[in-house]
């Protein structure tokens, strides 16, 4: 079972670089620790999560609203998130290879996990990048970059108060990069050190937070599973005592079963009046003209360990060994092409030209459109299976004279004829 899981952990990564989602960051450079860089599919993939959840989280809420910080902010607000005296990890230095590693991470105490010589004390290691910014190089102009994108929200609560003058609760939603140097980075894009977050704080009055935590955590589930996300692979932790981070109350850790070991996906956190406290933040309530610091509930969601998730939810095989068909059967949603269209034969123009203009006309529709006439018919399928494309539409001679194409359906490979003007709607159908 082990192996099982490393293979399809080897086979997701070897997939991923492959067909263009996920490759090593700086690779010809021989890479760069803690760092990958999205392909063409890889972007599309993201940012199809990226649209879905801003769409379910913000567009279609009445509640939410969405900004879009700077990466680099004042380094006070650090100080006062408390990231600067508490962002930190318990790093281990061995005596004898000097590789560093984070304490809870070692498979023995005090042992080196790659030399099996002894390991020193741990020290606390803050995690936040430290830059500089302007010419001075002195303490003052010490800056990070954020290590969650959570600050830029709690720092503009009064902006969007002041401009749009919501009643409580409401929330402030933001999708942006954050950085953490990570003492080992590990499990391909599972941690890095630099990341992607969707996060919302959702702002209420502090006795209403234990009804609103319940209500964002089925709507975490509730994405979870639209997404598709293998559910039965995804469990609730409820993060106790000295694990919860230093401005939480209440913190459930989504986790998923990653071939790796079952480990955190997302986390909800109830970070009480911690931050806009320590901001000397306010809302002014009308109704009782009194000034109230309101409650967070914080559900937050990491891109790249979605994308992760997605991949492992969705990679399947029909058949085995030389008849082995791997193919992404991801809801055609967040798929990064929606359909190929090839001509049958690549050489004969008639079939070319005819094929085109279908190409053209759903590129038109749906944007995320492949042309596809490389190597043979079934090749391609091959190809298009791997990457996850719902539908093929393959042009043939007697598109020539019945104005049809034949459509195949990924998950089950069966094959229909489909009239030229009916296509769109025959997609359009199947996605809703
Ligand atoms: N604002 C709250 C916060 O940042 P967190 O649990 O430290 O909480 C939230 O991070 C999410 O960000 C995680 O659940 C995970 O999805 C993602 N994440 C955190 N560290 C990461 C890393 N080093 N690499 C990839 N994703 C990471």
Redesign the pocket.
Known sequence: MEKEQNNLMETIISLAKRRGFVYQGSEVYGGLAGTWDYGPLGVALKNNIKNLWWKKFVDSREDMYGIDAAILMNSAVWKASGHVDTFSDPLVECTKCHHRFRADQLEKAGICNDCGGKTGESRQFNMMFKTQIGAVEDSSATVYLRP?T?QGMFVNFKNVVDSFHPKLPFGLAQIGKAF?N?ITPRDFI???RE?E?M?MEFFLRSEDWEKYFEYWRNEMLSWIEMIGIDMDKVHELEVEGADL?HYSKRTIDFEFDFPFGRS????L?YRTDFDLNNHKLFYQDEGTNTKIVPHVI?P???V??TLLALLLSAYKEDGSGEEARPYLAFNPSVAPVICAVSPLLKNKPELRDYAHLIYRQLKDEFGRVMWDDNGNIGKRYRRQDEIGTPWCIVIDFDTLTDNSVTIRDRDTAKQERVKKEDIVDYIKDKMN
Request: charged share 40%; net charge negative; no cysteine.
């Open positions: 969650e959570a953490r990570e599972f941690r890095v990341f977050q996060e981070a955190e996906l997302y986390g956190a914080e937050s969601f990491g790249d360990r």
